[in-house]
């Protein structure tokens, strides 16, 4: 029997018998190279106690005590939850309202503004932001557009206290990724006769494709009503999401097509895919793992997430092209994300928050100092403004992380090993601009103890997406993990 098989049919009759929550570890030696733990089904079986005031369940898990254990014994052992990177235990879908829902609004057109300045920053000179050279050709196509990033999240912890602090940006647009799971959940919702809750859930899609729209509209030399969009990936990645991105374009008046970069055809007047213009071409699930592929290599993953060894070729063969810097200048097409987002994509730039030498709105600096996790870089820890003595000191304090990987690689809080590998870390990464040290805030934890991590989708200063994280570390993560979404009040 296969470990997929072993591991479905041990959780089957778990999930049929469940009535509390609980998150069981399934160690198997066979799946080393997959998922080293496989969290158990039934830890969304019951209503999860979040605790915190502005965020309930949806109404009808209230009413019908029986509709979310259907909806669970119903997901159980499908593939697609445990694919493309991840390995996840969807959650009951959460209402956000009140002063929590403000807070998370506010939240999000604040950090708007901080890219902006970051973007800004950069055309202006005189930072230590140095693009990676595969854009710079891009970005110096971009310098006349001044534009909001379309699609991005800000990674937030709630503190038992219930303060918000930010810990980590995501500026590109593949950050979407992780709103499949809202998606499906959705689609389940309406196999079982709950189309208002479906309909909720499709706000996450909704404004997604609705802040792609308004970036076409606003940089496009011509828009048009129905634009056609042409979805970038490598090798035969993504075969799930291109399924639920064909829907959600098609749904909301664009033409799709998903395409590998040799199939993208540029000339002086536009571009084409098989013969058919396009009018917007989303990079991000080619461009970043281009980006990222020697990091990404490095990676472990929860689950198989496909070859991407060509991704770095495949997105220069594009980016290297005399005419696609002139088709993004003139409004021939538009990219999404835009290159400007990889500006701000290193988690080194919220140290720029508590440094008065950094262009902050002003503002927003005091909202953004409170609610910003201390991150220290390179060039402040070797410039002392924090010693190393100190920061070993502080080991329960701190954490460690490198600026540009995901999906928690190499976040190492203290407080989670010995002094003297706490010693040994600090001496390796101090004077490493790869790194940077920030201040650890133990996040809140569930009735049940499980930790909470949040993900607030901003798309141009927007609120677009609440997602929710609940695991067993303090280090949760959005690959494996159950995610809860969540809705404002106010979508119907």
Not at 240 to 258: C, E, I, K, Q
Not at 397 to 420: F, N, Q, T, W
Request: proline share 6%; hydrophobic share 45%.
């Amino acid at each position: 029997m296969s470990c997929r098989a072993r591991v479905t049919a041990s959780l089957q009759p778990l999930c049929d018998r469940a009535r509390r929550p609980t998150r069981r570890l399934v160690w198997s030696s066979a799946c080393h190279d997959t998922l080293a733990a496989v969290l158990d089904m039934t830890a969304s079986a019951a209503l999860p106690d979040l605790g915190l005031d502005g965020l309930r369940p949806f109404d009808t898990f209230t009413r019908q005590p029986d509709a979310w254990p259907r909806l669970v014994r119903a997901l159980t052992g499908r593939p697609f939850l445990r694919s493309e990177g991840m390995a996840i235990i969807p959650g009951t879908p959460h209402v956000a309202s009140g002063r929590l829902l403000a807070e998370f609004r506010e939240a999000v057109a604040r950090f708007d503004r901080f890219y902006r300045a970051v973007i800004a920053a950069y055309y202006a000179g005189g930072t230590e932001l140095v693009p990676d050279p595969m854009f710079a050709r891009m970005l110096d196509a971009e310098r006349t557009i001044e534009l909001a990033l379309p699609l991005t999240r800000l990674d937030l912890v709630i503190t038992e206290d219930g303060a918000l602090r930010a810990i980590e940006l995501n500026s590109v647009g593949v950050c979407t990724h992780h709103i499949r799971t809202a998606a499906y959940l959705g689609r389940e919702l309406a196999r079982l006769g709950f189309p208002d809750d479906a309909r909720r859930l499709a706000w996450f899609y909704d404004e997604m494709v609705a802040s792609i729209r308004r970036a076409y509209v606003r940089r496009a030399a011509d828009p048009v009503a129905a634009p056609r969009i042409a979805v970038l990936y490598t090798s035969d990645m993504f075969r799930a999401s291109r399924v639920l991105w064909r829907d959600a374009f098609t749904r909301r008046g664009f033409g799709f097509v998903a395409c590998h970069a040799d199939e993208l055809a540029l000339g002086p007047d536009g571009v084409r895919v098989r013969g058919e213009p396009v009018d917007v071409v989303w990079s991000d699930y080619l461009f970043f793992f281009g980006y990222q592929q020697r990091r990404y290599a490095e990676t472990r993953f929860p689950s198989r997430f496909g070859d991407f060894s060509r991704a770095q070729a495949e997105a220069t063969r594009i980016l290297d092209h005399p005419d696609w810097p002139r088709l993004i200048a003139d409004g021939r097409v538009v990219c999404v994300s835009p290159a400007q987002a990889y500006l701000a994509w290193s988690k080194h730039l919220l140290s720029w928050i508590h440094r008065g030498d950094r262009p902050i709105p002003e503002a927003d600096r005091a909202w953004l100092a409170e609610h910003v996790a201390r991150t220290w870089s390179a060039s402040e820890r070797i410039g002392g403004a924090l010693a190393m003595d100190e920061a070993m000191r502080r080991r329960d304090e701190l954490l460690i992380k490198p600026c540009s990987y995901g999906g928690s690689h190499g976040v190492l809080p203290g407080c989670e090993c010995s002094a003297a590998d706490w010693a040994r870390r600090i001496e390796e990464i101090w004077p490493d601009p790869a790194w940077v040290v920030q201040a650890f805030h133990p996040p809140r934890r569930t009735a049940d103890g499980q930790f909470l991590s949040l993900g607030l989708y901003s798309y141009g200063g927007r609120l677009g997406g609440i997602t929710l994280r609940a695991g067993a570390s303090r280090n949760v993560s959005a690959r494996d993990s159950v995610f809860l979404p969540a809705v404002a009040d106010d979508v119907t």
